[in-house]
């Protein structure tokens, strides 16, 4: 099972990025796919998730500004990220969760300058 995130980088504040995460070795239409973050010195947090469905929700704090979506047939799920703010710089990683099994990617630096 690999889940390889990639698309970060350093971007002004009120600027833009999409972060994608592919997933090999798993039935990625079965399983939920979700950004985390962790910033220095924090706690890794959830960002946003979707579902089967492609149902989603988001952490207040990035809810208008974050996209979350899938495609099945590719195995991607992506993060598209937009105003970004300062606050928003972290490493951010892709998860993969469904029945108890679980997941991670390797994760991706974005940092925000103000």
């Known amino acids: 099972v690999q889940l390889q995130a990639y698309g970060g980088g350093l971007v002004q504040a009120g600027g833009s990025l999409r972060l994608s995460c592919a997933a090999s070795?798993?039935?990625?239409?079965?399983?939920?796919m979700a950004w985390y973050r962790q910033a220095p010195g924090k706690q890794r947090e959830l960002v946003a998730v979707i579902d089967m469905s492609s149902r989603t929700n988001y952490v207040d704090s990035v809810k208008d500004r974050f996209t979350i979506t899938r495609d099945n047939a590719r195995n991607v799920v992506y993060l598209r990220m937009s105003s970004l703010k300062p606050d928003d710089t972290a490493v951010y990683y892709c998860n993969a969760n469904t029945n108890g099994r679980e997941y991670w990617g390797q994760g991706t630096q974005v940092t925000v300058s103000s």
């Open positions: 070795g798993i039935n990625f239409g079965i399983y939920a």
